[in-house]
């Protein structure tokens, strides 16, 4: 939904206290419990005369709001930074990371603040807005986020919702026509984004580098007994902790490369301690398939090139552990760090069985597998297209599956391939009605390409913020055919290739 109000710009001066309707609902968020150690109060710098840029309907369950409540003038002033409680002080988190390998001792959150915490319908939610003015962590920064990267996060948390990869999510944008200043000057906009926690690995890392372990200890026990409570009574609760931690990062990149997704900043402090996907800066999906592809133009080495994701997680995992290692025996430490790689790969090989339709298990299929994305790779092939139109693959030799095999340029080693899966699928007695269907059902018609984005963004600079609604209805269901937009799942345009992505946000 798309409502558009101009916010009374004075509603503070009109005696309005903001937030009526949202008011029993949120609350002070229970990371304020661990102590000042762990965050600084923060008064949010409003956005002037604040309007909607996009609502989206579909998250307001995480909230337990309605959309009068959320997405009318209350609503306007809280997630613009003009009101909320009196009695709950927006905080902003403390946390320090490795950026590009280097450890950075403080970052924090130095432009986002958590207002409060709601119970909906999957569970309890931090409602953090992204842009809102400076804060003790800014280090120099303006504490503002801009409409381009505000319309990239929120789309694309929602396309990966969307596509069941953990993700937090996103509830509105707001704009402003104040400017900020980035390669050009461009306007503010806040985000609105919702997560059972946003604590990242650098939230641990910052207490190992000043030595106060017991923060550490403080926050780890914080964690499992909100987010991973089962473990709680255990007497090795750290332990487990961090390699269920570890396992879900894994899961997390296993799902990442099966779409094609490319984070393009994966420093610490952009890693979730639940395994979500966090901090979308510049993000990119494959168009042809390309396993050095980095979206990031200041990546110059390619640290996170796409390919790269699996060992960064690991990376990263290292130094979580590090940070940790207080609590830890060396065994322990290198049982976390073990677990690590099985389960990347048993995730990624359960997703790419589905992916190509295969239902039983063979022994070879990491085979057949890697030689497909191979072939991608040296031909070009655009890999959404691709495995979408792979559920239309027929078995019979008589057969030279045309649609697929026009897409490649050495068409003789696409029928070499095209050969052992029809040989595998009538191993296992595939039946093509179904198979197509359950391949119909993994394999997305619809990702949120760079191009696309690009041209909701363009069209939000001028004032009109209809492509990102329509964008969000598309993304929201990614395996469905939608005839009315298909031109949203052609190959990219040849503008698409200039378009060029950095940090700046
Ligand atoms: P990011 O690359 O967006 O994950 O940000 C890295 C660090 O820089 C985090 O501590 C952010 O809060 C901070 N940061 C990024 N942009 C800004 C900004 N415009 N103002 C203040 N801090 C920022
Ligand atoms: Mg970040």
Redesign the pocket.
Known sequence: MGKRETAPSALKERGLKPVITLDGLMQKSRFVQLGPEFYSEVSPTPIPNPFWVSCNASALALINATPDMAFGSEGLALFSGHGGHQEIKPIAML?SGH?FGVYVPQ??????ILIGESMGSEGMMEIQLKGIG??P???G?????VLRSSIREYLCSEAMHALGIPTTRALCITGSHEPVLREQIETAAILTRIAPTHVRFGSFEVFYYRNQHHLSLNLANFIITHYYPELEAHPDKIALWLEKVGIRTAELIAQWQSVGFTHG?L?T??MSIIGLTL?Y?PFGFLDAYQHDFVCNHTDAHGRYAFSQQPRIGLWNLHALVQALSPHLSQDQAVQILEAYAPAYDVKWLKIMRKKLGFAKERDDDEIIISDLIDLMDKNKIDYTRFMRALSGFVENPLTKNEPLRNQFLDRLSFDAWGKRYAERLSWEKSNPVERSLHMNQVNPKYILRNYLAEQAIQQAKHGNFDEIDRLLTILQRPFEEQPEHETYSALPPDWAADLDLS?S?
């Not at 920064?141 to 986020?145: K, L, S, V, Y």
């Open positions: 946390y950026q970052l924090g959150d130095g432009r986002a400076r804060t962590f800014s280090r920064a303006d504490g503002r986020a900043v420093n402090d952009n901090d800066g940090c946000s």
